[in-house]
Nanobody, 127 residues
Framework: QERLVESGGGLVQTGNSLRLSCSASESPFSAYTVGWFRQVPGSEREFVAAVKRNGGSPIYADSVKGRFTMRRDKVENTVTLQMSNLKPDDTAVYYC????????????????????WGQGTQVTVSS
């Protein structure tokens, strides 16, 4: 079974940056549609960014466009989320997710469509 592990979270001040990374234990990320989601206690898991299995540019939630960048690292078999100009509203547990499905763009924004999930990494942005 595939296992995903996120890393890179931490505590930063407003305006600073963090880089999250997700690793996969079995298959290369090229075999997956990959998404980043975040969740605040008591709230639903929220879409952040995703890239489809069959290529194309990543898509982003409106709240992070221009600040977050998602990339595949083929050499290390990781997927990263570079987060810049962080805001207190970005505070959440961030999760990496993957699916073997070929999806239309809109389907990548739903947590229910992903088969594999990491344990999450905490991002806290102080005001």
């Amino acid at each position: 079974q595939e296992r995903l592990v996120e890393s890179g979270g931490g505590l930063v001040q407003t305006g600073n940056s963090l880089r999250l990374s997700c690793s996969a234990s079995e298959s290369p990320f090229s075999a997956y549609t990959v998404g980043w989601f975040r969740q605040v206690p008591g709230s639903e898991r929220e879409f952040v960014a995703a890239v489809k299995r069959n290529g194309g540019s990543p898509i982003y939630a409106d709240s992070v466009k221009g600040r977050f960048t998602m990339r595949r690292d083929k050499v290390e078999n990781t997927v990263t989320l570079q987060m810049s100009n962080l805001k207190p509203d970005d505070t959440a547990v961030y999760y990496c997710a993957a699916s073997t499905k070929y999806w239309i763009t809109s389907a990548t924004t739903s947590p229910a469509n992903y088969e594999f999930w990491g344990q999450g990494t905490q991002v806290t942005v102080s005001s």
